[in-house]
T-cell receptor, first 114, second 111 residues
């Protein structure tokens, strides 16, 4: 059972380049999330999807877009990368509803924007 | 003012002692409280959840909640070197499916 799988694990971009971070879960969870983690800032929510077909902004959505492709997959796109987007990105999923807080995280993507 | 505050540490505790980690939150309507553990270079994992005032014990871990004081803590008894990690406090205020995380406390257990 793979849990939450996100790719790639590492990525280096130049300013202005675009890329998509992929995330898939095999736990039949309803809710999926994208977080970024920066030193001294903790985990900050970028976007989340409470169910297939719905997405909502989190705390730091600017510069990002998301797609909930189906129940399993939730992708995060950087259209024009900026150095301020250098961070570690985590995808997470949860059953949803009253179980929404029990998050299961992917292994993370280390992104550097030069 | 941050919604969820933790002392960033580092907190150093001798092996076998009790480690005490603290967290305060600002939203009085918060209903659910969680502790996640994150090893260096790894992803967070849930270790404790607490929903009502008082203590909740799970093995060597005890979560304590005081809603009147807007305070939640995590005690780790008989601390082991394998407990060395960053501990993230997370709070949900109900009505949505979003957690707010603190910045984490880095704990080091000294052998």
């Amino acid at each position: 059972n793979a849990g939450v799988t996100q790719t790639p694990k590492f990525q280096v971009l130049k300013t202005g380049q675009s890329m998509t971070l992929q995330c898939a879960q095999d736990m039949n969870h309803n809710s999926m999330y994208w977080y970024r983690q920066d030193p001294g800032m903790g985990l900050r929510l970028i976007y989340y999807s409470a169910s297939e077909g719905t997405t909502d902004k989190g705390e730091v959505p600017n510069g990002y877009n998301v797609s909930r492709l189906n129940k399993r997959e939730f992708s995060l796109r950087l259209e024009s990368a900026a150095p301020s987007q250098t961070s570690v990105y985590f995808c997470a999923s949860s059953v949803g509803g009253v179980q929404a807080e029990k998050l299961f995280f992917g292994s993370g993507t280390q992104l550097s924007v030069l | 003012q941050k919604e969820v505050e933790q002392n960033s540490g580092p907190l150093s505790v001798p092996e076998g002692a009790i480690a005490s980690l603290n967290c305060t939150y600002s939203d009085r309507v918060s209903q659910s409280f969680f502790w996640y553990r994150q090893y260096s270079g790894k992803s967070p994992e849930l270790i404790m959840s607490i929903y009502s005032n008082g203590d909740k014990e799970d093995g060597r871990f005890t979560a304590q909640l005081n809603k009147a004081s807007q305070y939640v803590s995590l005690l780790i008894r008989d601390s082991q070197p394998s407990d060395s990690a960053t501990y993230l406090c997370a709070v949900n205020n109900g009505g949505n499916e979003k957690l707010t995380f603190g910045t984490g406390t880095r704990l080091t257990i000294i052998p």
